[in-house]
């Protein structure tokens, strides 16, 4: 098998891991598991798989100076956005989270303009145009299954994300990912448990407390962070980021055969119109066109 099948494959499993957390998140409420225990446990064990395997290749490297203060601030400003995009789940299905929250790239692409030099273009202006279109008909017309402090919570965690990304970009240009992501996760879990702390430190239960702890910590964490970057040694990263649109795409479809929601039309559509978007705004003009002739429209 071609290198850059396996590659392509292996981004398409993280996507997949990845768009189970909003599932994991609807079984830790229906199991009366707190989300500060749950998301404690999920970047604890994140951080044990991927310091283990690092472990294993001999490439554990701590790090110091810049990188490791930038890694500090990214981890807490991941463990604020990760409490955000949870509790936002509270108030709305695990799909339309997924959808809301995966107006990421674009928070990342206008960041970028002003902060990374990157041009401003008819196609980029044209995702975002798509991107909002699609957000406004999801919560605009599914307002059955929508509240405003639940779009509030996800579009400040995907803007959080956003921040993330570029901050990352900017501050640890020269750490190797899978070394940053390592030290992300440990701060992560540390910014974690003091919420934790805060609410009272209320352990896992029962056993299925501790199978939805294991299933979002391996399967929804660990796994596909390491799947990704071992796929990004084998294909270019922008065709990754278009595989990575599977990680909506893997929730609605978890949530509609698992949970039993529903989705209506319109808010198909504005899905689709949310990952046309994304998907435009990360592509240069010879990777669209390259994406186009693959599904025989160009």
């Not at 768009?19 to 199991?31: D, P, Q, V």
């Not at 598991?33 to 404690?40: A, D, E, K, V, Y």
């Not at 899905?271 to 429209?297: H, N, P, S, Y």
Request: zero cysteines.
């Amino acid at each position: 098998m071609r290198d850059v099948t396996v590659g392509g494959l292996m981004v398409l499993v993280s996507a997949t891991g990845l768009g189970t957390l909003a599932i994991f998140g609807k079984f830790a409420e229906a199991a009366d598991l707190s989300r500060p225990t749950l998301l404690f446990f999920r970047f604890s064990l994140g951080a044990l798989i991927v310091w283990s395997v690092l472990l294993v290749r001999n490439d554990v490297t701590l790090l110091r100076g810049r990188p490791l203060y930038a890694t500090i601030f990214l981890g807490i400003l991941y463990g604020f956005l990760t409490l955000a995009y949870f509790r936002g789940l509270s108030f709305m299905t695990a799909s339309l989270t997924a959808i809301v929250f995966y107006t990421y790239p674009i928070f990342v692409f206008g960041l970028s303009v002003p902060l990374l030099d990157e041009q401003l273009s008819r196609a980029s202006l044209s995702a975002l145009a798509l991107a909002l279109a699609g957000v406004v008909l999801v919560i605009g017309i599914d307002l059955s299954q929508i509240s405003i402090l639940g779009i509030l919570l996800v579009t400040s965690a995907a803007a959080g994300y956003g921040i993330y990304n570029v901050a990352g970009r900017i501050l640890t240009a020269d750490t190797d990912p899978t070394h940053l992501t390592a030290h992300v996760l440990v701060i992560t879990a540390l910014t974690i448990g003091v919420r934790w702390g805060m609410e009272g430190f209320n352990p896992p239960q029962s056993p299925t407390h501790w199978g939805i702890i294991l299933g979002i910590g391996v399967l929804g964490t660990g796994i596909p962070l390491l799947l990704l970057y071992e796929g990004l040694e084998r294909i270019e990263a922008t065709h990754a980021s278009i595989i990575g649109t599977a990680e909506p795409v893997a929730t609605v479809i978890l949530g509609v055969t698992i949970l039993g929601e529903t989705l209506t039309p319109r808010t198909l559509v504005g899905a689709i119109l949310v990952l046309g978007g994304v998907t435009l705004v990360q592509t240069t003009r010879d990777q669209r066109e390259w994406l186009l002739a693959k599904v025989g429209l160009h």
